[in-house]
């Protein structure tokens, strides 16, 4: 079903579009939250929570493109799962990717330092637009996504050495970006 | 830095990238059970001399299973001739990937070889089942991918590109062969010197571009009556599916249920809250994927045996799974004698069913390391218990299908422990 139409069902509260957006984006949704909590349950009920969370902000929203969307409000359900879970002592790749990152961008010094998240944000954004797609598209899944190397080499269809590398690269690349956009690194 | 910052600065990640990525991938799976870690190694020469030693003591038969025979871990471990990669953190603090090549990669569900003495016509739905799988993925591979239309590929010796969207629908594209450098705002530009080529995108290449998404976008939301793990991206897909297991008289897993215990879940947040000082938010259990602990155990016994699976309740699960054809996985927990819970992950896969024999898949740090012995379990089944380090693999070869359970224990774990581990089972009712 088109987007637009599972849009309409949710104006008109048909929870027929609870199903139809489960149908259409429930696996990548499911996959991205499991990459991050990495518990079969904790990724069954992120996925669950977003369905509600549909519910509940379309209407008055009408987001466009529908599974961005979904994937952003899932994605930060995942996060903060992750986060409550970390007290309970239990690691995520997502954390392990995370770090790979944290890495290249180094640690502030004190409180004051802390970074803007929405201003390093919009630097990373940028600096996205100066990658090739490929490179941007690994990036993305790294990051984003919390994909293993592995996966993100069969996404690409390169060797688990060539992704490493171009995500070093990568990072190398960003330090020396946001460097340049007077963000302290 | 921490990890909230990012967490949040990562959702300055616009739209478009996010749904660029999102869409390169073709998988339409759930929940990834598949634990992707790394690739194997070839054979080693300690590996070839444990497996002397373990035939020295390898014991007898019973008359509900076939023997490991000299197999030992050789039935779990795949062997596809690819390293191991890990995660490893160096003195300065950054994580590098590495290859480990005493590492190795087991599988949980098909066995990777068969006994010398089992029935000949198990063997051979075996080898059928590996041929047919060889055929399948011959056929992934001969089947067409959405290519990238031709105006937006990267030309030769170009790392770095730029858009200029125009008024009139085109576009130009410009590839360099550097990144970008400040100007004297610190905004980025790029230096001209290393412009590589400058392209005019159409509309109409634009619109390919829109069909080349919409291509990708089929494949990934396509949702196909088998298991994920078959990657079918179309209906021509699942055909071919269909007429090559039919052609090798395999069976083929359709969807999966799911089903979890509402008393292991709501336990497991009770004790999170009261160490955390947090309160979780209330879970509906009324759905049918909830069962208590108990109605769980009978299910397993109702759908993938034909009497009792586990002698007693275990005290919590994790999760079961089931296929319609017979193969289904159980994850349980058991205390240790040290008080230690752990995660026990038990894997049905039937050899009449078409696989790719790594459906399920983890890591071992070490090939060379694991230690094999033999136990006969209470219903006169006898099992084999490899141990490598805190995990262990209890499996065993039954008549219709291979049982493979992963111990995914904890410093202090016995062999007692282990003992009353693979004891927990009834592995000759297995099979409907």
Not at chain 1, 68 to 85: D, E, K, P
Not at chain 1, 159 to 166: G, H, I, K, M
Not at chain 2, 225 to 244: H, T, V
């Amino acid at each position: 079903m088109e987007d637009n139409r599972i849009l309409d069902l949710f104006f008109e509260r048909s929870e027929q579009a609870i199903g139809e957006v489960s149908k259409k984006y429930g696996g990548i949704l499911r996959r991205t939250a499991w990459n991050i909590v990495h518990d079969q349950r904790d990724a069954e009920e992120c996925v669950s929570d977003t369905w509600l969370s549909l519910w509940n902000t379309i209407p008055p929203k009408r987001p466009e493109p529908l599974l961005s969307y979904a994937l952003r409000i899932t994605r930060n359900l995942a996060v903060g799962c992750l986060r409550r879970n970390t007290a309970q002592k239990r690691s995520s790749p997502y954390d392990v990717a995370l770090e790979e990152l944290e890495d290249c961008l180094a640690a502030p010094s004190g409180p004051e330092d802390l970074l803007d998240a929405k201003e390093l944000g919009r630097s990373i954004d940028r600096f996205l637009g100066t990658l090739d797609k490929e490179s941007r598209v690994a990036f993305v899944r790294r990051y984003w996504f919390a994909d293993s190397v592995q996966d993100i080499a069969s996404i690409l269809g390169l060797s688990p050495n060539a992704v490493t590398l171009r995500l070093r690269r990568s990072r190398e690349k960003l330090k020396q970006y946001l460097m340049k956009e007077g963000i302290a690194v | 830095m921490k990890k909230e910052v990012l967490d949040q600065a990562l959702n300055g990640i616009r739209d478009r990238y996010v749904m660029e990525a999102a869409l390169y991938d073709p998988a339409t799976d759930s929940g990834k059970e598949t634990k992707m870690y790394g690739k194997n190694v070839k054979p080693r020469r300690r590996w070839l001399r444990m497996l002397l030693i373990a035939a020295v003591v390898v014991c007898l038969l019973t008359a509900t299973a076939y023997a490991a025979g000299l197999l030992g871990p050789r039935a779990i471990l795949i062997d596809d001739g690819q390293p191991v990669y890990e995660y490893q953190r160096q003195e300065n603090g950054n994580w590098e990937v590495t290859e480990n090549p005493e590492g190795g990669r087991v599988s949980l569900t098909q066995p990777q070889e068969a006994p010398e003495d089992m029935d000949p016509a198990v063997v051979a739905m075996l080898e059928n089942s590996k041929a047919a799988w060889a055929e399948w993925s011959d056929y992934k591979a001969s089947r067409p991918m959405p290519q990238e239309p031709e105006a937006f590929r990267m030309p030769t010796g170009a790392f770095f590109s730029d858009e200029e969207l125009q008024s009139d629908g085109s576009g130009i594209l410009r590839f360099y062969s550097a990144g970008p450098i400040g100007d004297d705002n610190g905004s980025p530009v790029y230096d001209p010197d290393t412009l590589i080529e400058e392209r005019t995108v159409t509309p109409e290449d634009y619109e390919a571009w829109d069909e080349y998404i919409s291509q990708l976008d089929a494949m990934m939301l396509f949702e196909s009556r088998y298991d994920f793990n078959y990657g079918c991206n179309n209906a021509e897909d699942e055909a071919a599916l269909e007429e090559i297991a039919a052609r090798y008289g395999l069976k083929l897993r359709g969807g999966s249920t799911l089903l979890w215990s509402w008393e292991t879940v709501k336990e497991s947040r009770e004790r999170m809250d009261a160490e955390t000082g947090t309160s979780s938010p209330e879970i509906d259990f009324s759905g049918p994927q909830w069962l208590t602990n108990a109605e769980l155990t009978d299910r397993i016994a109702q759908v993938g045996c034909h009497g009792t699976f586990f002698y007693q309740v275990p005290e919590g699960y994790d999760k079961f799974y089931y296929f319609d054809e017979g193969t289904f996985c159980v994850s349980w927990y058991y205390t240790l004698e040290n008080g230690t819970q752990i995660t026990c992950y038990g894997y049905n896969s039937m050899y009449g069913t078409l696989s790719s024999g790594t459906e399920v898949v983890d890591q071992v740090e070490d090939r060379s390391a694991f230690t094999e012995r033999s136990h006969v379990c209470p219903d006169g089944t006898e099992v084999t218990i490899l141990r490598n380090g805190n995990r262990a693999f209890i499996y065993v070869y039954l008549p219709e299908s291979f049982f493979n359970e992963e111990i995914q224990g904890a410093p202090g774990m016995s062999d007692a422990d282990l003992d009353a581990i693979a004891d927990a089972i009834c592995y000759s009712n297995i099979g409907k």
